[in-house]
């Protein structure tokens, strides 16, 4: 079967720095994803993870640990522009590019 | 064009009656994803299409759920008799074939669909 978990609600202060943790059980895996989404609109890309350890792109790193099924996304010197969903998905082994989401978490941060 | 384009974005329908929503990905890509998105919750498969052909479509909730992608561009999600669970937001994404490196899913902004 397949399971992603993440938290569902998170909260934090501008210019601090948040961790969004994601663990997954799936029958394959080929990559985990994660991907921020605002309120009514299209989910776009954030970072990409295959091997284990620590990609780094910006304020936005993503770890990964296979042999754990789990992954997080930390962001740095949050903005307000960073409240958001973001979504941890991880991608089957299978030949195509399927991904399976979790619920989100929603990241509120405040002045 | 430069991304994926959905119409039409917002959609409310009675239920039992049908709707078509329609996906324009990325010119080029051979990949192409359907996904249903309740409120809240995270975006869930119905279906993919490699070029014209649907090769998977175990996603779809029920036979009353209907995609095409007859040319291997444009896509179309055809959903019959409507019920007041179909509700959500349709997001279509496509990419470049294969699932190597991070071959990204580009998504479009959605059709949210509302059955009175």
């Known amino acids: 079967g397949q399971n992603i978990d993440q938290p569902t609600e998170m909260t934090a202060t501008e210019g601090a720095i948040v961790q969004i943790n994601c663990t997954y059980q799936?029958?394959?895996?080929?990559?985990l994803f994660w991907y921020q989404q605002h309120a009514g609109e299209a989910p776009t890309f954030l970072s990409y993870n295959v091997l284990d350890g620590l990609e780094e792109k910006g304020r936005f790193s993503s770890f990964l640990s296979r042999s754990k099924g789990y992954s997080y996304l930390l962001l740095k010197e949050l903005q307000m522009k960073d409240s958001a969903s973001y979504l941890c998905a991880v991608r089957e082994t299978g030949g195509y590019n399927k991904l399976i989401f979790g619920a989100g978490t929603r990241l509120a941060v405040h002045p | 064009g430069a991304g994926v384009s959905q119409s039409p974005r917002y959609k409310v329908a009675k239920r039992g009656q049908d709707v078509a929503l329609r996906c324009d990905p990325i010119?080029?890509?051979?990949?192409l994803f359907w996904y249903q998105q309740a409120l809240g919750q995270g975006p869930e498969f119905l279906t993919y299409f490699q070029n014209e052909a649907q090769l998977d479509k175990s996603g779809l909730p029920s036979d009353r759920f209907f995609a095409e992608r007859p040319e291997g561009s444009v896509s179309t999600l055809k959903i019959q008799r409507t019920q007041q669970e179909d509700s959500a937001v349709y997001l279509c994404?496509?990419?470049?074939?294969?699932?190597?490196?991070?071959?990204?899913?580009?998504f479009g902004a959605g059709s949210r669909l509302t059955v009175l």
């Open positions: 010119s080029g890509h051979v990949s």
């Open positions: 994404a496509s990419s470049p074939q294969g699932a190597r490196g991070a071959n990204v899913l580009t």
């Open positions: 799936t029958s394959g895996f080929n990559g």
